[in-house]
């Protein structure tokens, strides 16, 4: 196997740079927006379980109409970049100028094509939202859903498939919630139209 180390360098700066900005973001608002601490949503067995088979019934849907699952998946995409890089904002903006600095960012994301672009609003927009799942759960609680999802991933690609028919859609609509990672540095500057996965 061969370590490409041009890869691993751009790895590391995409979720490094998304995790130190996330638990930025985290701390801040524990720190800012109550002065005592916010107590945890707590997840009992039943709501956890009644949860995940809700998300498997919901995606393996959305896995069998690929025409409106991909303005879906657009949809959620978008919500996701503006409202997490709306609470990354929030650290050190009022809230109308992050409102509109979200939103700029949100439709930046959407008509400038680069891969840059996408990178850089996935990385707001994941940092945002996992600063504040990160506050509203308790720490048993996220592992317990961190195990779950493990178990869900295993049956939706492996036994189901219905996840790697979303990954298709969610790949021809550049819609995707996750890094593009070019070859080259340069590659970032690309469009990502034409990206092949």
């Given amino acids: 196997m061969k370590l490409r180390l041009d890869f691993?360098?751009?790895?590391?700066?995409?979720?490094?740079?998304?995790?130190?900005?996330?638990?930025?973001?985290?701390?801040?608002?524990?720190?800012?927006?109550?002065?005592?601490?916010?107590?945890?949503?707590?997840?009992?067995?039943?709501?956890?379980?009644?949860?995940?088979?809700?998300?498997?019934?919901?995606?393996?849907?959305?896995?069998?109409?690929?025409?409106?699952?991909?303005?879906?998946?657009?949809?959620?995409?978008?919500?996701?970049?503006?409202?997490?890089?709306?609470?990354?904002?929030?650290?050190?903006?009022?809230?109308?100028?992050?409102?509109?600095?979200?939103?700029?960012?949100?439709v930046a994301a959407a008509l400038i094509r680069f891969i840059i672009m996408h990178d850089v609003a996935v990385m707001a927009g994941i940092a945002g939202i996992s600063a504040l799942v990160g506050l509203s759960i308790a720490p048993t609680a996220g592992i317990l859903i961190l195990v779950l999802l493990a178990m869900y991933d295993i049956i939706a690609v492996y036994k189901t498939k219905h996840m790697v028919a979303l990954a298709d859609s969610m790949i021809r609509s550049r819609t995707v919630f996750g890094f593009f990672i070019p070859v080259r540095w340069t590659g970032f500057f690309l469009s990502k139209d034409v990206v092949r996965l």
Avoid: C, D, N
């Fill in 8 to 106: 691993f360098a751009k790895e590391f700066v995409l979720f490094g740079v998304t995790l130190a900005v996330g638990i930025a973001t985290a701390s801040w608002y524990a720190r800012s927006v109550s002065p005592a601490p916010v107590e945890p949503m707590q997840f009992t067995w039943q709501t956890t379980v009644m949860a995940l088979i809700f998300f498997l019934i919901f995606s393996f849907l959305l896995s069998r109409f690929s025409a409106v699952t991909r303005w879906i998946l657009a949809f959620f995409f978008y919500v996701v970049i503006f409202s997490g890089s709306q609470a990354v904002f929030g650290t050190f903006l009022g809230y109308w100028q992050s409102m509109v600095v979200a939103l700029t960012l949100t």
